[in-house]
């Protein structure tokens, strides 16, 4: 069992209890995105200038929600839904003076998330009903030929 460092509040992390749910080929799969997730990081010198463009720290004001509190998480392969609360702008690698893109390691750990059945449900119920009625919300007849994904 790990612990998330870095929130107001410990949270246990049972990876066994996640990883015996899973796949092999998706554990691989999710396991080198994690891989390359960190990668990003690692030329990281936790200057924080990233934090200062990032709209989500600006409102949140906890570090955990910064691009290097991210980056943090990521450089120790921990996977949280704190990871959804960016929202991709990439604000912070225009600020950053290494030049380290901060949202491609957001993105691969979403994937992983998602391989590893912790995506967010919110997003899941939407992909369910676009694939059923052709609409995100539930509602309306399903047009196959017009479908562009899921």
């Not at 392969?77 to 390691?105: H, Y």
């Amino acid at each position: 069992m790990f612990y998330l460092y870095g929130c107001s509040q410990r949270v246990p992390i049972y990876i066994n209890e996640i990883m015996a749910k899973i796949s092999k080929a998706a554990r691989i799969e999710a396991g080198n995105l994690m891989e390359e997730a960190a990668e990003v990081f690692d030329s990281c010198v936790q200057c924080g200038m990233c934090k200062a463009r990032c709209g989500v720290f600006r409102v949140l004001r906890e570090e955990q929600y910064s691009p290097r509190g991210h980056g943090d998480l990521l450089s120790a392969k921990v996977q949280d839904k704190i990871i959804f609360e960016c929202n991709m702008c990439r604000a912070c690698s225009v600020s950053c003076p290494l030049n380290i893109w901060v949202c491609d390691g957001v993105l691969k750990c979403r994937q992983a998330m998602v391989l590893m059945g912790k995506g967010l449900k919110g997003n899941e119920e939407m992909v369910a009903n676009i694939r059923k009625t052709g609409s995100p919300f539930g509602k309306g007849k399903i047009d196959r030929d017009k479908l562009y994904c899921c």
